[in-house]
């Protein structure tokens, strides 16, 4: 592997692990719906199944071959991310960061889709009586890689770069 792949490579392995390993802690240390206060009026671990999409879209919904559905939509996107990323330059940090992390949380709860069927969830952000949607550790790396993905599109990345 090239010095400059690594990124492409290392990073969405590290996420994948990061993602199973707090899902089988939480697997093993909470029933499904048990919650463990973390910031009292901020932040509990609460074990939920997601059997829908990102924040829970169509979770409430059933139909028939869903899970088969959203795991093929999943990959199909996975390996289109995978394919947009292998063809960007060396100097493109930030895009490279962005879809490293959007890869590997994407395969981090493509595994939840494909060995169980929904995807474990369990950080679960609340002020008062709103929650937020719950997440995981693949959710987050998503959502950041997105964020990265956004920033380079708009040209933080060669502003950066022309500065340092």
Do not use: C
């Not at 993602?19 to 901020?42: C, F, N, Y």
């Not at 289109?80 to 940090?93: E, F, P, R, S, T």
């Not at 679960?124 to 550790?137: E, G, I, L, R």
């Not at 959710?139 to 502003?159: K, P, Q, R, Y």
Request: charged fraction near 15%; proline fraction near 2%.
């Amino acid at each position: 592997m090239t010095p400059s792949r690594r990124l492409e490579v290392g990073l969405p392995v590290l996420i994948v692990v990061l993602d199973q390993v707090t899902k089988a802690v939480v697997r093993r240390a909470l029933t499904v719906h048990e919650s463990v206060t973390i910031v009292p009026g901020l932040l509990d671990f609460t074990h939920v199944r997601n059997t829908g999409a990102v924040f829970g879209f169509l979770n409430e919904v059933d139909f028939p071959l869903k899970t088969t559905v959203i795991a093929v939509v999943a990959t199909a996107a996975l390996v289109g991310v995978a394919l947009y990323a292998a063809q960007l330059a060396h100097d493109q940090l930030l895009a490279r960061l962005g879809l490293a992390l959007i890869i590997g949380g994407a395969g981090g709860n493509l595994i939840d889709r494909l060995l169980a069927g929904s995807v474990v969830d369990f950080i679960d952000v609340y002020w008062h009586s709103w929650h937020f949607w719950a997440f995981n550790v693949a959710d987050s790396a998503i959502t950041f890689g997105v964020a990265a993905m956004i920033l380079d599109m708009i040209g933080v990345s060669t502003h950066v770069s022309k500065t340092l």
